[in-house]
């Protein structure tokens, strides 16, 4: 599809264990953006990837959240023992360019990541 | 300290009436891009219209306008003609330069019901 695409769209896990959630973003977008939305909250920027690195990780919330952009375009966010705390719909958004202009960010359909 | 606020946590409209959702910032930035989204009750986030901190005139797309107040630090959106489509949560998000890159920050949300 020509859209930002998000796997799985749910995930439930026990608390403690290891999640990987995957973004495929828009063909030729070289800035990727994951988020997290807590139920009728707005979202809240985790980490912004501008090619393949990390432009800024500053909103992960511990050491137990890592993600990747290895090649530029696939971007995964991993969580490592995870806990209730972490349930949110995690999102991920792709724009043509980082910056301030009006390069309009799309987002995807959103991982629902349920910790019991 | 909040970076945007949105101060209506619901607001209801009349069906083909105008509705103005507020939005302030914070940022000691001169550049900064302003942008509001929709989400549906389906979770998917819409772009719906962007405002440079340079822009001279006010932002339209269609029934949006973005009553760009710098001053004031406001960026508030005026939908015209409400649609009963119109109803769900809009957010108020900027974009602005950090520490590697740009980060964008979304206000809490507004929840817009529209009445037949």
């Known amino acids: 599809g020509a859209g930002v695409s998000q796997t799985p769209s749910n995930k439930v896990t026990e608390k403690g264990k290891y999640v990987e959630l995957r973004c495929d973003p828009i063909?030729?977008?070289?800035?990727l953006y994951w988020y997290r939305q807590s139920l009728g909250q707005g979202p809240e920027f985790l980490i912004y990837f501008q090619g393949t690195g990390a432009a800024d990780d500053s909103g992960l919330p511990n050491d137990r959240f890592f993600a990747v952009r290895p090649e530029g375009s696939v971007s995964t966010l991993k969580i490592q023992r995870t806990e209730r705390g972490d349930s949110a719909v995690y999102l991920c958004?792709?724009?043509?360019?980082?910056?301030?202009?009006?390069?309009?960010?799309?987002f995807g359909q959103g991982t629902r990541l349920t910790v019991v | 300290a909040q970076k945007i606020t949105q101060t209506q946590p619901g607001m209801f409209v009349q069906e083909k009436e105008a509705v103005t959702l507020d939005c302030t910032y914070d940022t000691s930035d001169p550049s900064y891009g302003l942008f509001w989204y929709k989400q549906p009750s389906s979770g998917e986030m819409i772009f719906l219209i962007y405002?440079?901190?340079?822009?001279?005139q006010n932002a339209t797309e269609g029934r949006y306008s973005l009553n760009f107040q710098k001053a004031r630090k406001s960026a508030n959106l005026v939908i015209s003609a409400s649609q009963l489509g119109d109803s769900a949560m809009y957010f108020c998000?900027?974009?602005?330069?950090?520490?590697?890159?740009?980060?964008?920050?979304f206000g809490a949300g507004t929840r817009l019901f529209v009445k037949a």
């Open positions: 063909s030729g977008h070289t800035a």
């Open positions: 998000a900027m974009r602005e330069r950090n520490t590697g890159g740009f980060k964008t920050i």
């Open positions: 405002q440079g901190s340079y822009d001279q």
């Open positions: 958004a792709s724009s043509l360019k980082g910056g301030i202009g009006a390069s309009e960010a799309f």
